[in-house]
Each structure stands twice: as structure tokens, then as C-alpha cells.
């Protein structure tokens, strides 16, 4: 007699939404490693050409730098988990998204379109939120 197989767990999709927001994450991801390189750069160079000047503009670029370069990696792992649905990509996710949102309202007169944008996702986000709910084990 045969061996029933195991049935096979179902796999989830990811919604069009989701995907795309997490594609979008992720290139913003890249774009902040990309300036925090730069300013990385910028700061080498200043540091290089010598003085006190030199070397504090230079220090504020490295420490700004830094900062964009680890912004982009949790933006990277954000993105990417989004894509797979992860629990924590949520609420990471979110947490970004807030904050962007109550740093845009700062400059809302000028950049009212950001402001827009923010909101937009984290309405989003809460209207996908069942779809990150934990899995068993094994998915």
C-alpha cells in the first residue's frame, strides 16, 4: 500500500499592492545607501583638504552619511519583507511611514504631495494588515 503524501502548504500571494509598495521600498532603500555613499565621499574629500572647517563639515557629512546609509538598510529590509509578507515588515514599514508622514507636515506648505503620498500608504497599510498575519511554521 502507498504512502499518502504530505499535502503540500499552501502558499500565499502577495497582493499587487503589497508588492509594489515593497518593490518601491526597496528602491528608496537604495537611493538613501546611495546618497549616505556620497555624503560618505563628500566627507573623505572635506576631511582631506585640511583645517578645522574642513574637518567639521566633513565630521557633519560622515555622521549625515551614516545615518542615510542605515536608513537604506532598514528601508532595503523593510521592502523585502513586505514582499514576503513578514509580520515585522508591517510595523517596520509603518514606523517608517509614520514618521515620513509627520516629517513632511513640517514643510506640508511646500511638499503637500508627500505629505499625500504618506498618508495614502499608511491608510494602505492598515487596510492590508490581515495579510501579514503569522504563519505556521514551514511557510
Known amino acids: 500500500m502507498p504512502m499518502p503524501m504530505p499535502a503540500a502548504p499552501a502558499t500565499r500571494k502577495t497582493p499587487i499592492g503589497v508588492l509594489i509598495l515593497g518593490?518601491?521600498?526597496i528602491l528608496?532603500?537604495?537611493?538613501?545607501?546611495?546618497?549616505?555613499?556620497?555624503?560618505?565621499?563628500a566627507a573623505f574629500l572635506m576631511a582631506g583638504a585640511g583645517g578645522q572647517v574642513g574637518g567639521l563639515f566633513g565630521a557633519i557629512l560622515g555622521i549625515i552619511g551614516a545615518v542615510f546609509v542605515?536608513?537604506?538598510?532598514?528601508a532595503v529590509l523593510a521592502g523585502v519583507g513586505l514582499i514576503r509578507l513578514r509580520p515585522w515588515a508591517?510595523?517596520?514599514?509603518?514606523?517608517?511611514?509614520?514618521?515620513?508622514?509627520?516629517?513632511?507636515?513640517?514643510?506640508?506648505?511646500?511638499y503637500w504631495?508627500?505629505?499625500?503620498?504618506?498618508?495614502v500608504i499608511i491608510i494602505y497599510l492598515v487596510v492590508v494588515r490581515k495579510e501579514f498575519r503569522s504563519r505556521p511554521a514551514g511557510m
Open 70 to 74: 542605515i536608513f537604506g538598510i532598514i
Open 90 to 110: 508591517w510595523m517596520l514599514t509603518m514606523i517608517i511611514a509614520v514618521l515620513s508622514f509627520l516629517g513632511s507636515l513640517a514643510a506640508v506648505a511646500t
Open 28 to 41: 528608496a532603500g537604495i537611493g538613501l545607501l546611495a546618497v549616505g555613499g556620497l555624503l560618505f565621499a
Open 113 to 119: 504631495y508627500l505629505t499625500v503620498l504618506w498618508l
Open 23 to 25: 518593490i518601491l521600498v
